[in-house]
């Protein structure tokens, strides 16, 4: 055989492939390497060029075919088998792609190109540890490659990991330090991690240059959030959804800011939410993508299917994991969608008490919806909501003949497609239909079921008396802390010589953030040192232990507390609370209802302040708190799982029930469902 250097008119030939390559001629080249084939079919270089080519052109089944021929005559080509990996990338032949990447770095193991593109494989089939190694690889071999720094990043901050994700955009920063993207990201970290004032700062620079860009006016106005300025912040949403009207994640921000504000009614709020669903929920339902045909329960269990961000260290996994342990105990097959990269203790605990889990984190809509379609799933039930991370544009496109909404948003998430909404009867009293999309399902109080955290040791039990210093305290959200709460918390304080106030957040470690909120208070002439501001603790243990610094919690309004107010009742604190007209407002009295304490809900201001006052002087209903509070909430039906379960379960089967008899029974006359 002749090789092309004895070959001129091979040579001729693969010199006018090579040339036609580099000025993008790619089908002058292919005739060129064809007629040189024709000449040399063991033309190794010829073979590659032209897989090149065919891949350029979108032929990927020819390009692979041509470099498998290349490699069968130089088995050490490792660029080759790289190419091989990425045709078989690009054509979804995930497994595939993975082995032929795997040797190429057996062959050579310093391509860095070659562990960046094994880390996105791995990612896309959810190895996200295997990816983050692949990355990390890839970082040790050529550590200015900026596409594995980024990937890194992103895949760090989607399970939670932020200082990580943090100090790479910042190493990023230095090397690109005009990047407005990178800027956008450290900001989004710095807010995540509580520090308010540097995420504002780096904010207010890119709008200086860019200021309608519509990401960074996202993060001020959660900025403004946590600072308890609704008003504000919906202000900055509304002007972002005005430059941008189809960014979900925008409008989700904008419905969960207004919930905060003492100002929203039912009425706007639900206006809103009906534009939501205008804008962004009907064109999905619209794609008509599902055909919901399902079998009888006949020799076959009732499949649920759980969709959820926040199937991890998170407060709805409290309340979802009691349901989740009961349910093993009927006809029913539980899947888990989660929506989060993030792999803890919670997360590995909800996987063992599911039968099926599947992660959808960075999957589309469409592969997510097809997903749950595919495993026939009959009852599809979010716990998002208009929080982080949802999945509602995937709900309206109705990916399960039944859908529920519940747990992780006290109001209506606008998705009108016949989604229901489970709820009881205090919390949404009779006349509070009006205010929501969703048909409601009224479930026997509670409408949740908490788990206490094993972490919960015994109460300290320290009796009061009436020289003691009575310390008030709330562990909330530092959003629901608005103008009205600070004036009413004020109010309480005055009257209660002595008194002191302990607020808790991770916003706390930021000093401006902290003289932000404390200059709120003293115009209202309440003096500094009477209000102490927690960080963040890390551990569950570490928060739970400072409720025995608390006597008396107070809940926030209009938007009350529900993690924390549970936490507060099984660590011996009883919680005061203003119960309003809509659900937002009405959680934390159909808590007090059901554990036995009505006598601590309020229904105006004026009483809210006397109920805190008059507990404050009452030093034995203190300690008679103290010491009953968890045996209360332990035999009441808040943490009753298995009670919860069954009423929880008579209303899934009677959905089911009504959607077979109105969809299906015709269907399948031969049977009796």
């Known amino acids: ?18 040339a036609a390559q580099d000025y993008g001629q790619l089908k002058i080249a292919a005739i060129a390497y064809t007629k040189l084939l024709e000449l040399d079919p063991q033309h190794v270089e010829a073979l590659f060029n032209m897989a090149i080519v065919q891949h350029d052109q979108g032929n990927l089944e020819k390009a692979i075919r041509y470099y498998q021929m290349a490699v069968s005559l130089k088995p050490d080509l490792a660029i080759a088998y790289k190419n091989i ?13 993975i082995k032929a990447y795997e040797k190429t770095l057996s062959i050579e193991p310093q ?7 094994l880390g996105l494989v791995k990612k896309h089939t959810q190895k996200f540890d295997q990816a983050a190694t692949a990355w990390n690889r890839a970082l040790s071999l050529k550590p200015e490659y900026v596409a594995a720094s980024k990937a890194l990043a992103e895949l760090y901050l989607g399970q939670h990991k932020c200082q990580q994700s943090l100090d790479i955009y910042q190493n990023l920063l230095k090397k690109t330090p005009e990047s407005n993207e990178i800027k956008q990201r450290i900001a989004a970290l710095h807010l995540l991690h509580g520090e308010l004032s540097l995420s504002q700062k780096i904010c207010r620079d ?8 519509t990401d960074v006016l996202s993060i001020e106005a959660l900025i403004k959030l946590k600072h308890g300025e609704p008003a504000r912040s919906f202000e900055i949403l509304h002007r972002a959804l005005e430059i941008e009207p189809n960014a979900a994640p925008l409008y989700s921000n904008l419905l969960y800011a207004m919930l905060m504000d003492p100002d929203n009614t039912p009425t706007r709020y639900y206006e809103e939410v009906k534009k939501w669903w205008q804008t962004l929920g009907k064109p999905e339902y619209e794609k008509n993508l599902y055909n919901h045909q399902r079998l009888p329960l006949i020799n076959r269990k009732l499949r649920v299917g759980f969709i959820s961000s926040d199937l991890r260290h998170h407060s709805v996994s409290y309340f979802l994991l009691p349901l989740l342990k009961n349910l093993r105990n009927y006809d029913i097959s539980t899947y888990c969608y989660a929506d989060s990269s993030q ?3 919670f997360s590995r605990l909800i996987q063992q008490k599911s039968d099926f889990w599947h992660t959808i984190f960075g999957l589309s809509n469409e592969i997510a919806g097809h997903l749950i379609e595919k495993d026939k799933i009959d009852i599809l039930i979010e716990l998002n909501g208009h929080t982080a991370g949802n999945r509602l544009t995937l709900m309206a496109q109705k990916p399960a003949p039944i859908q529920i909404s519940w747990l992780g948003y006290p109001a209506s998430t606008g998705l009108c497609n016949g989604t229901f909404r489970l709820s009881d009867d205090f919390v949404d009293p009779d006349g509070c239909e009006e205010f929501y999309c969703e048909p409601l399902l009224k479930i026997k109080r509670p409408f949740i079921c908490y788990a206490p955290p094993p972490e919960a ?26 103008h009205t709460v600070i004036a009413l918390w004020v109010a309480i304080l005055q009257q209660v010589p002595n008194s002191k106030l302990i607020l808790k957040s991770n916003v706390f470690k930021d000093k401006e953030c902290q003289d932000k909120l404390l200059i709120k208070f003293l115009k209202h002439n309440l003096t500094n040192d009477r209000i102490s501001l927690l960080p963040f603790r890390q551990t569950l243990v570490k928060h739970l232990k400072q409720y025995n610094k608390v006597d008396i919690a107070l809940d926030t309004f209009p938007y009350n507390g529900t993690t924390t107010t549970c936490e507060a009742l099984w660590m011996g604190v009883p919680v005061i609370t203003l119960s309003g007209k809509n659900h937002v407002s009405r959680v934390g009295a159909d808590l007090l209802t059901v554990t036995g304490c009505p006598e601590l809900i309020a229904e105006t201001k004026n009483e809210y302040r006397d109920k805190a006052v008059n507990l404050a002087k009452n030093h034995s209903q203190l300690n008679h708190y103290n010491k009953n509070l968890r045996k209360y909430m332990s035999n009441s039906g808040l943490t009753d799982g298995k009670t919860f379960t069954h009423n929880f379960i008579t209303i899934l089967k009677r959905c089911w029930g009504e959607w077979w008899a109105g969809n299906c029974s015709e269907q399948h006359t031969d049977h009796n469902p």
Request: proline share 3%; hydrophobic share 35%; net charge negative.
């Open 1 to 18: 055989m002749n090789t092309y250097n004895e070959n001129k008119e091979a040579q001729k030939l693969f010199d006018a492939g090579l």
């Open 85 to 97: 990996g990425d045709a078989l990338f690009t054509h979804k032949q995930y497994d595939k792609a």
């Open 111 to 117: 391509m860095a190109e070659a562990w960046f593109n």
């Open 206 to 213: 890119i709008l200086e240059k860019q200021p309608d860009k």
């Open 343 to 345: 792999t803890d203790d």
């Open 457 to 482: 040791f015994r109460i300290k039990i320290a009796e009061k008396n009436s020289k003691d210093q009575i310390t008030f305290g709330s562990f909330n959200n530092p959003a629901k802390i608005n």
